[in-house]
């Protein structure tokens, strides 16, 4: 386990794409130690002068997960393909191109790639538990963790994409946020802890359309609290 200290962390998030405007947010903050986890884990990687597929093959037919590996199959092509068009529109924004493509992938995608990452990394079939600084955070927004679930599943719902749990850098509170595909309406200054996919394709191949909650349910019982847990002690100290 690597210990990161706020400048790794400053690093790491500003690369990823995630929270906008962050690096100008930590510009002066002091190197002060956070918690020992693995950035890697939590975010996208960018190394070499691209964002990083990282192989989440392990998940296909992968028992006890509740999601068929036709679908997580199907999905992880998606994801591929996210990686793909971000690290050639960031290559070209670089060579000074802007056009359509470079327009959109740089924000499309690059969100596509980074939500894709922690919806991914964060399923598990584990027992998993929430750390008493999450369930605070949560209690403190939605009154609950059950009414935080049920804010969750409720926004999932209504859209066709995705549904967030974010940690806002501008008023220090969790939120849940629905979003209209990757990128139409995605607020700058949060930071996503936990992602629950809600476009079509993420449970068609299994589910019929309207059997949508159940595949949210599925979902539900696979969250890597761990995880969570880790992101949020990693971006609830920036504020
Ligand atoms: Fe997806």
Excluded at 29 to 35: G, I, L
Excluded at 47 to 71: C, P, R, T, V
């Amino acid at each position: 386990m690597k210990e990161m200290t706020r400048r790794d962390f400053f690093g790491a998030a500003a690369v990823s794409g995630l929270g906008l405007g962050l690096a100008s947010v930590l510009t002066g903050c002091n190197e002060t130690k956070v918690k020992s986890f693995d950035m890697a884990n939590l975010y996208p990687v960018y190394q070499d002068g691209a964002y990083l597929e990282k192989d989440f093959s392990h998940l296909i037919g992968k028992a006890g997960l509740g999601l068929s590996a036709e679908n997580i199959e199907n999905h992880l092509g998606l994801y591929s393909n996210y990686v793909k068009n971000v690290n050639k529109a960031e290559k070209e924004m670089a060579a000074g191109q802007v056009n359509d493509f470079t327009m959109k992938h740089l924000a499309f995608s690059l969100n596509g790639m980074a939500l894709h990452d922690i919806y991914f990394s964060n399923m598990t079939t584990e027992t998993t538990s929430r750390s008493t600084a999450l369930e605070n955070a949560l209690a403190g927004t939605f009154g609950s963790f059950e009414n935080y679930m049920k804010n969750l599943s409720e926004l999932a719902m209504q859209v066709d994409g995705w549904s967030l749990t974010a940690f806002n850098l501008l008023n220090g509170k969790i939120f849940n946020y629905a979003l209209k595909h990757h990128s139409d309406n995605f607020p700058n200054f949060v930071i996503p802890i936990l992602a629950l996919d809600v476009y079509e394709h993420a449970y068609v191949k299994q589910f019929t359309k309207e059997a949508k909650t159940e595949y949210i349910e599925v979902f539900k019982g696979i969250i890597n609290w761990d995880l969570v847990s880790q992101r949020f002690d990693a971006v609830k100290n920036l504020t």
